[in-house]
């Protein structure tokens, strides 16, 4: 197995016996609840599956996989939602097959989709892959495989000898605590975590917090002391550790 | 008194009765003009009865014609001088049996809809409330009237978007009511025509303008440089003088000169920070008599009238020729007596800076006052005004309104251009040419009459406790928080890590050189005409031609002639010194805060480019401060500045400013005023790091640099400095950091980061293989094994125990194969781990540190570091190669 990492996405590629691309939280229909918050933006959902058609005419995949939340208003579907979701996975349908894992923000999903396209919300092994949205137990068939995983919107900053941040999106890897997950035990190879950067290019939420107040199942059954950070591109960063640099040189 | 003949008879018993036994010199000049109808500006000092030289004759015509609704307005900036106003003006209109009014922010609910009910004839409001009037029915009835419009402190306005804002506000008045007379007041100003053109756009205009210069008498002291010896001869001063005004240029300085002067018990402050009882407390009792100092800043210098006043005193350098001149002028007047002033100089920069100001007020060398040209947040909120006042009018009709102002008269497409942008965000409709009002329009309206921005406060939010610690006022927030600056709050230094909307991300700091930010803010530029002739005048030493004092003129001396005995070339007019120093180098040139702001920013963003490192600056009117690593030196800055381009200034500031702090709250404002964010929007929702991203090539960004270029730095002064550095009229030298250079305080601080992005990556990447633990371990003796981390081996590893430096790099989970090596005997596969030991340690042995860390790195082992070492790359270059090569084994499912 190799995985392709397309920064342009942010979407992954897992080669296999067939090459699955996977993007997570695409988050369609953003722009009308931030409207309802005080931010009036146009729609970018155009912008977003023309960069998703990128990514799939870049990986030539076999199958797309979506890990979750492709529509945003939650437990509602919205107009905004009604107007573009089916025109979009319609085109997608037409480029690649398409699978999608159900996440939180996937209530009313049934709609746009044919029964077969919806993969269980607990999650499904693909081609020897593991693939959920990440706001749920995985099912225990995950167990000993690689589980790529949405929801978590990981955001990291970096920052040089001046202390000037930068700001980007970033997976993040670990191996899983497969007791804390319910898995049971067994002759097999480890469970471990890949959780992807979020599609939607307006979504982003800080990894530290993630890491001092975890706040999904999947969050908090890893080891946050062997986890490691990589940008969208695949280029890595090092371990979450190295991003606490913050507050290096305060005084005791 | 011959103007006043014509005038009413009730009108002139109460010229007789309020006791002018003759009108002042621009009353009489300007009654004549005001009676003929024409458009006019008046420009005198505050106190000599400009307000009457236009209100007499206003008066004098509404008794004569009158009319249902309002007749009048009377518009000042703020609502202090509204409530000034009323007073002076309700004696004479309930002589005269005028209605007059006051409606502004303050105005209660049930006088508003009195006022709504029966207009008065003359109406005192702010440029704001008069943006309210519009949205109305009954209200924009009673503007069918208006006759006169008198705009007072124009100069205070002129400059701003609220100027701006005011003049389509006039223009929108004019579709309803025809052409009115516009009557301007101002301060002494430069440019007067420009303020007629300001207030009148294409209509003929007059300008009457009584010279101040020559009713003003001010000297420059110098009474040491300890703030003790300053505070003494202010105290000296005022038992000389009587009643003082004693002007400071901040609110924290007003706060300390106070606390020494408190105990004499005759001495307030007066500042925008203290609560309006407080402050009308303080005028009254100055206006009483018992106080004889009032210690003030700004607050102070428009028209508010708090009595007689025997002498001003300035204490630093008042920065600017016009404010000196304003602030001087509220001394004395009894219209013709002279107003007396003295700037109390505190430093070497501040006395020449002093002595050249006071020169160029005496001159009546006032600067110019610049209307900003084609705001177009400003455009955004007069389109939403009006479309909400019409509910749906064409666009060709709001060109002809906004183009008969100055302001907008050259606007080109951005009427169409910001249309869109409005529409986009669901401001507005279009349908064709027709702008369509839409439900927020209104409520945005409602929040946006003005265009200065509502303070917010802003939280300080510590990245290290994961708490909030405080808040500050958002202007504190723009003018002096950058990511990297080190600020104090809560009695603690705090480092910013970075702006989010709504809250600062800081981190505990332990110190910092110079001076830190303090609640201030309020940095007054220093123009860049004054500080060219500070320059002259460091260069010719002519202290006396100056009617500089013994005390100022042998400080003055004293300093230069210190210079020279340290053999350091004094920089000045044609001389920009680079100065190394400790800290980094500093550029001395004279050209003003806001020219040097853009020629530091310009040059650190090349400096940044070229060494691929972060670049500070810090700032003042004399003086660049570039923190630099040590390896860049003051010949690689005189080579960027003498290489740059003037004409390319603007672009590399439109890159370098991309990825400020100061940018980004910039845009936040302006999209604000395009209705993109509503005031109460909740940031949270939306991850702000790629806000700057959607504003990209928009007219929004483009009215962020606009405003940028123009109020926060000059650039085409910039540009000037950098053509006369290429023709050689300024030279351009390097020496030793010498005491001007390393004199005078540093107030204005940024960091321009890298115009890669790539830097903080490569710089987390060196950080995390310089800190990797490792192994190392002798081939050759096979005895001698030490875990160490990456950066801390020496660049050619030696076994202390055999001499011999064929070492091998382990991590550390790699340490079992160490004891493979020294087995005897091995089985097939255990020679393969020596053999690969062993050409791990000849890279080691060829590449030295560099091989180290190269080994160091995720997933590299002796083939890929032998490929990457071959690419004889360093720096930042050769951890790019690690970088890929990292990338490339993570691909991998071994990885996985």
Not at chain 1, 91 to 120: A, K, Q
Not at chain 2, 91 to 108: A, K, M, N, Q, Y
Not at chain 2, 514 to 531: D, K, T, Y
Not at chain 2, 674 to 703: C, H, K, M, W
Request: proline fraction near 5%; glycine fraction near 8%.
């Amino acid at each position: 197995m190799t995985l392709g990492f397309f920064g342009g996405g942010p979407a992954l590629l897992v080669s296999n016996t067939m090459r699955v691309l996977s993007v997570a939280d695409l988050h369609l229909g953003i722009e009308s609840d931030l409207a309802r918050h005080g931010l009036h933006f146009r729609s970018r959902s155009r912008d977003r599956l023309e960069r998703l058609e990128a990514c799939i005419n870049d990986a030539a995949p076999d199958l797309l996989i979506i890990l979750g939340d492709l529509k945003h208003g939650v437990p509602y579907t919205s107009r905004q939602e009604f107007r573009e979701i089916p025109g979009i996975v319609e085109r997608l349908r037409s480029l690649v097959p398409v699978r999608i894992v159900p996440g939180n923000h996937d209530t009313g999903i049934e709609r746009f989709f044919e029964p077969e396209e919806i993969l269980p919300k607990e999650g499904a092994v693909v081609d020897g892959t593991g693939y959920v949205h990440g706001h749920m137990y995985p099912d225990p068939s995950l167990a000993g495989h690689l589980i790529i995983a949405g929801h978590h919107h990981p955001l990291a900053s970096l920052r040089d000898e001046v202390g000037c941040a930068m700001r980007s999106p970033v997976y993040l890897f670990s191996p899983a605590n497969e007791q804390c997950l319910g898995f049971p035990p067994g002759d097999r190879e480890s469970t471990r975590v890949l959780f992807m950067p979020a599609f939607n290019e307006l979504s982003g939420y800080d990894l530290v917090r993630t890491v001092r107040d975890p706040f999904s199942p999947l969050s908090r059954c890893i080891r946050w002391d062997a986890a490691e950070v990589f940008l969208p591109d695949g280029t890595f960063i090092g371990p979450v550790s190295s991003l606490e640099e913050y507050g290096a040189d305060q005084e005791p | 008194m011959e103007q006043t003949r014509n005038l009413d008879p009730k009108v002139r018993e109460c010229i007789r009765k309020r006791g002018f036994a003759e009108l002042s010199e621009i009353q009489s000049l300007a009654l004549p003009q005001v009676q003929a109808g024409k458009h006019l500006i008046l420009i005198a000092p505050t106190g000599t009865g400009k307000t009457e030289s236009a209100m007499i004759p206003v008066l004098d015509a509404l008794l004569k014609g009158r009319s249902a609704g309002f007749s009048a307005l009377y518009i000042t900036p703020l609502r202090s001088l509204n409530r000034d106003m009323l007073q002076r003006l309700s004696w004479w209109c309930t002589e005269l049996g005028i209605t007059v009014g006051v409606r502004h922010g303050d105005t209660t609910a049930t006088e508003r809809r009195k006022q709504a009910l029966s207009p008065p004839e003359l109406l005192i409001t702010t440029p704001e409330t008069l943006q309210a009037l519009f949205m109305g029915k009954v209200l924009r009835k009673h503007l069918r009237n208006i006759r006169y419009v008198i705009v007072d402190e124009i100069h205070e306005l002129a400059g701003g978007k609220r100027g701006a804002q005011l003049t389509v506000a006039l223009e929108r008045l004019a579709e309803y009511c025809g052409e009115f007379q516009r009557i301007g007041l101002s301060a002494t100003v430069g440019n007067p025509g420009e303020m007629g053109r300001f207030l009148c756009g294409e209509r003929d205009f007059s300008v009457v303008e009584v010279d101040v210069s020559k009713h003003l008498d001010i000297s420059v002291e110098f009474a040491g440089d300890s703030f003790e010896k300053q505070a003494r001869w202010i105290e000296e001063a005022m038992d000389r003088h009587g009643s003082t005004l004693i002007f400071v240029n901040t609110r924290v300085t007003a706060e300390a000169l106070g606390h020494q002067l408190f105990s004499r018990g005759d001495v307030d402050v007066h500042h925008g920070s203290l609560s309006r009882e407080v402050r009308i407390d303080a005028e009254e009792r100055f206006k009483a008599g018992q106080l004889r100092g009032l210690i003030c800043t700004s607050s102070m210098e428009l028209g508010i009238d708090i009595g007689h006043i025997e002498h001003v005193i300035q204490f630093g350098s008042p920065r600017e020729v016009s404010r000196l001149v304003q602030r001087v002028g509220r001394a004395g007047h009894s219209l013709y007596e002279t107003s007396r002033g003295t700037i109390l100089a505190t430093g070497f920069d501040d006395l020449l800076e002093s002595l050249v100001i006071a020169r160029r007020a005496k001159a009546g060398e006032v600067e110019d006052v610049h209307p900003p040209l084609n705001p177009a947040d400003v455009l955004a909120n007069q389109v939403a005004g009006m479309a909400v006042e019409y509910g749906r009018i064409s666009r060709e009709r709001i060109r002809r309104i906004i183009g008969r102002c100055s302001t907008f008269s050259m606007a080109g497409d951005l009427l169409d251009r910001v249309c869109t942008q409005m529409a986009e965000h669901r401001l507005i409709r279009l349908d064709g040419d027709e702008v369509i009002t839409t439900l927020r329009a209104r409520r945005y309206l409602a929040a946006n009459l003005s265009m200065i921005h509502d303070e917010r406060k802003v939280q300080v939010f510590d990245m290290v406790s994961r708490r909030t610690v405080g808040t500050l006022d958002e202007s504190f927030v723009v003018g002096s928080v950058y990511t990297g600056a080190v600020f104090i709050t809560k009695g603690q230094l705090w480092r910013v890590l970075d702006l989010e909307e709504g809250r600062i991300i800081v981190e505990p700091a332990r110190r910092v050189k110079g001076e830190l930010p303090s609640w201030e803010g309020e940095q007054i530029p220093v123009p860049f005409a004054v500080a060219r002739e500070v320059g002259e005048l460091r260069r010719t030493r002519s202290f006396p031609a100056y009617d500089a004092g013994g005390p100022s003129d042998r400080f003055a001396s004293a300093f230069l002639a210190e210079m020279d005995r340290n053999r350091s070339r004094v920089p000045d007019d044609r001389l920009i010194m680079l100065e190394s120093g400790q800290e980094g180098v500093v550029c001395n040139c004279c050209a003003g805060h806001r020219a040097n702001e853009a020629l530091g920013r310009a040059i650190s963003v090349l400096l940044s480019a070229r060494f691929g490192t972060t670049v500070g600056i810090e700032i003042d009117a004399y003086r660049i401060l570039f923190r630099l690593p040590s390896h860049v030196a003051a010949a690689d800055v005189r080579d960027v500045l003498v290489g740059l381009d003037p004409a390319h200034v603007e672009g590399i500031l439109q890159i370098a400013m991309k990825r400020t702090a100061l940018f980004k709250w910039k845009l936040v404002q302006i999209a604000k005023k395009f209705g993109a964010i509503d005031p109460d929007a909740d940031y949270e929702r939306l991850s702000s790091y790629r806000l700057i991203e959607l504003f990209e090539n928009t007219v929004v960004q483009q009215e962020a640099y606009r405003e940028l270029f123009s109020v926060y730095m000059d650039v085409p002064a910039a540009a000037r400095v950098l053509a006369q550095v290429r023709d050689g009229s300024i030279a351009v030298e390097i020496g030793r950091l010498s005491i001007l250079g390393a004199d005078g305080l540093f107030s204005s601080r940024d960091q321009m980061p890298p115009p890669l992005t790539d830097q903080a990556v490569l710089s987390t990447l060196r950080r995390r293989i310089e800190g990797q633990e490792i192994i190392l371990a002798c081939m050759n003796c096979r005895k001698w094994k030490s875990r160490t981390v990456a950066g801390r081996v020496q660049e050619h590893p030696v076994c202390p125990r055999c001499g011999a430096r064929l070492i091998a790099v382990l991590k550390p989970w790699e340490e079992p194969l160490y004891a493979v090596a020294a087995k005897k005997e091995k089985s097939g596969e255990e020679k393969a781990v020596e053999a690969r030991l062993f050409r791990n340690a000849n890279i080691v042995l060829s590449g030295g540190k560099k091989a180290v860390l190269t080994l160091a790195a995720k997933g590299v082992g002796p083939e890929i570091a032998s490929r990457i070492l071959a690419t004889l790359t360093d720096g930042d270059a050769f951890f790019a190669e690690i970088l890929k090569a990292e990338r490339n084994y993570i691909r991998t499912r071994k990885y996985w």
